[in-house]
């Protein structure tokens, strides 16, 4: 089965063509990135003028690369949240009128389950069920239980900024330019220091599976605000930063698989891209002999794309048709499975 997904939810316009739910013929994402770069973050207004003007480009350029005219496609799944309302329609309002002329069943993606289903990408052995997923993202910070494919339990996550807000508003406080993660990343990996303590890791030791980020930034305020800041206090900065963001998912997570001894990890996100957070991650699976399948998409496919849109389409096919796709941009990961 051949499917073009669509993604429009953020800055990136992006469109796809996967077989199968796994096999990416083709991935193509435009960004506006610079222009958010100039302005320090996204003004949502703009990054969705931008998408009008991309969308159908994007999804030609899909096609073209996939080697596929519109007749040979399946379907089209399209994210209908959470997102940024303008931009979500974009992509909705594009993929309805494709749906209508070429006369192609519709399926309505949650992004966030988007970010999961990276993982199917690629893989010869798919991740077994039942697993845990961790979506770190701009906007989310999630911990979930899969049973199987629409069968997915919340099970944790922040209680309040997400922990790529967290990377976003701290770097800005170090005039680092957005998106933050990437940034702080850079400059972590400059300096070489062990000890890593400077800040707090809220609610790391109490035993529920809830997460905290909001207070990094206030104590991250109160170290730099007033002060100029040289070249080797912004890479202690980010290191510490870093660290703490990234001690507390990986503390909760192995939690979570400790509680629940699911059979695979899922590792998904913008955050996920994280060079630290990988490494580490994986040495604490192997210092505290956890047996599990570990899967952390390739940095491309962390961030906003098209073909894991494609993928939940394929492996949960809830096709309807374009007078009844509804664009949320509130959607959770609770409220749309059992
Ligand atoms: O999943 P994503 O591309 O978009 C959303 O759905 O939000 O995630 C974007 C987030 C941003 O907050 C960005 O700073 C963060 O992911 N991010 C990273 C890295 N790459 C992107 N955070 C830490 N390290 C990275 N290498
Ligand atoms: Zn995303």
Known sequence: MIILGIETSCDETAAAIVKDGKEILSSVVASSQEMHTKT????????????????????SESLKQANKTPKQIDAIAVTVGPGLIGSLLVGVETAKTLSLIWKKP????????????????????????????????????????????????????????????????????????????????????????????????????????????SGLKTAV????????????????????????????????????????????LIVSGGVAANKRLKEKLRKEIKKQYIEINLYIPEPKYCTDNAAMIASVAF??????????????????LINTHK
């Open 221 to 264: 305020l109160n170290s730099v605000q007033n002060k100029k800041l040289s070249q080797k206090q912004i890479q202690e900065e980010s290191a510490e930063i870093q660290e703490a963001i990234i001690d507390s998912l990986i503390s909760k997570t192995l939690m979570a698989i400790k509680k629940y001894n699911p059979k695979s």
């Open 40 to 59: 320090g973050g996204i003004i949502p207004e703009q990054a969705a003028r931008e998408q009008v003007k991309s969308i159908i480009p994007v999804i």
């Open 106 to 213: 519709l399926i309505p993606v949650n992004h966030l389950l988007g970010h999961i289903y990276a993982s199917f990408l690629e893989q010869k052995n798919l991740p077994k069920f039942p697993s845990i997923a961790l979506v770190a993202s701009g906007g989310h910070t999630d911990l979930v239980y899969i049973k199987n494919h629409g069968n997915i339990k919340w099970i944790g996550g922040t209680r309040d900024d997400a922990a790529g807000e967290c990377f976003d508003k701290t770097a800005r406080l170090l005039n680092l330019p957005y998106p933050g993660g990437p940034s702080i990343s850079r400059e972590s990996e400059k300096i070489k220091k062990e000890k890593l303590t400077k800040y707090p890791r809220p609610l790391i030791n109490e035993k529920n599976l809830d997460l905290s980020f």
């Open 315 to 332: 492996f949960n096919q809830e096709k309807t048709t374009w007078n009844n796709i509804v664009t949320d941009p509130q959607l959770n």
